[in-house]
């Protein structure tokens, strides 16, 4: 079998591939492939029966994204439409396939990499990580409190494109954890024909904007009343006004809408912007002190490269401190060594050392400690990692990071 970078000449194989995988209609994804803001053909990558002339028996593409961790702008290889022939499944093509892209990445010098798994154990097996903890929360606008910032709110207009674009670059600079950069193809061509129900915080200068789809939810039973629904598909506060400004703004929706979507990083308070926490599809009347929760599949993370990853980490840290870790990764060996981190004033180096490690883990646990998800000492504390008593908190403070979030419209 080998394996090769996709040509012009693949465009309807890949795309009749893509559509029996994926069950969408072959020409809407042949337009995407030939004409997608954020990849080409040449990312795609093939694989085939060598000399049979048999044609394309899987494929999956390599997309280049630059995200924003931890106030640093970093590479990060995108893997998506990872797909077989049906009658080519389970020989191995996909495994083959995956095990030559995490090579690929590591001599493309990726740091890392993401994906949205259809299964995370698929992916568990190549050292990817679930890291995706993002929260789907439905409220009541009448939950909602009626913050008086909501009169800085106005409708988007053609002019405040520019703005906009500069205000997700801003947050995700500021405060993105693994959150792509998006660039202005892909704005345009994309996101903003979506802004069609769009408001901008303004208070003398534009510090936020708030998009979203107002819809009616299909009814539960015939006959019976279908609720409008305010689904949030972005919203970005640079300051405090705004968060509060677009909260009252959507309390104030009461009257016409029932409920509020909105989908956050794990990590988002939401709680500050309620008066009045309650379960999803209230209907108790008497006390009700937990939330139904469930582990849902969120995005995953692989780290490519441990070494150049972990230089890219930035701490104001003073006095110097010194930590040997070691990470085993059977697929990339390249990154099972004992490395030393330096870490001193806002540099970090990355070093060989003979020294015995202090922490221990698999790249698949390493990934998620790498990406603030699982915290080193959390790691040791459940049996997943090996690490000194002594100096795991420091690796604590290394490591920590605000939950990852990807926006929606940057789902890839
Ligand atoms: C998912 C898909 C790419 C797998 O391709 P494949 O060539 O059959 O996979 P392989 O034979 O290489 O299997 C590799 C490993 O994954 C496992 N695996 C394969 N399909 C799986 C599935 N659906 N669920 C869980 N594990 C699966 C195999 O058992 C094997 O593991 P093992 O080595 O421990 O035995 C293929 O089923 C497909 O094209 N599905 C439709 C499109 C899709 O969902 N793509 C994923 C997008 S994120």
Sequence with gaps: MIIRQATGNDGDAIASLLSKSFLEDTSIIRVSIENNPRYSISNMFVIEEKGTGGGILGCLRITP???????????MAGIAAVAVQPEARRRGIADNLMEDALRKMYDMDFPISMLFPFKHRFYKKYGYAHVGNMMSYELAP?????????SGVRAFGKSDRNRVKRMLEQDVQSRGS??????????????LPKFK?????????AKGYLTFELYKEPAAAPGAFSEPVVNVKEFVGLNAAAHRGFWGFLSALGEQVAKVRFLGPGDYPLHLFVKEPREKDYRRLFFEYKSFSTV????????I???DAISRLRHNIETPSDIVIRVTDGDLPQNSRHLNIHVHNGETVVDDT????????????????????????????????????????????????PSPFIYQFDIF
């Design 65 to 75: 994204f630059e995200v924003y961790s931890r106030g640093v702008r970093m590479p």
């Design 142 to 150: 009448s939950d909602i409190i009626p913050f008086p910032e909501r």
């Design 178 to 191: 693994f959150t792509p950069l998006r660039n202005d193809a892909f704005w345009d061509l994309v996101v």
């Design 197 to 205: 129900d769009a408001y901008v915080y303004d208070d003398g200068e």
């Design 296 to 303: 849902a599949p969120g995005f995953m993370l692989r780290v």
């Design 305 to 307: 490269n441990v070494r």
């Design 354 to 401: 003979r020294l015995p490690a202090q922490f221990e883990s698999d790249i698949e646990v390493f990934s998620q400690v790498y990406s603030g998800f699982l915290r080193p000492s959390d790691a040791v504390k459940y049996g997943f990692a090996s690490g000194d008593p002594s100096i795991i908190h420091r690796l604590d403070e290394l490591f920590s990071a």
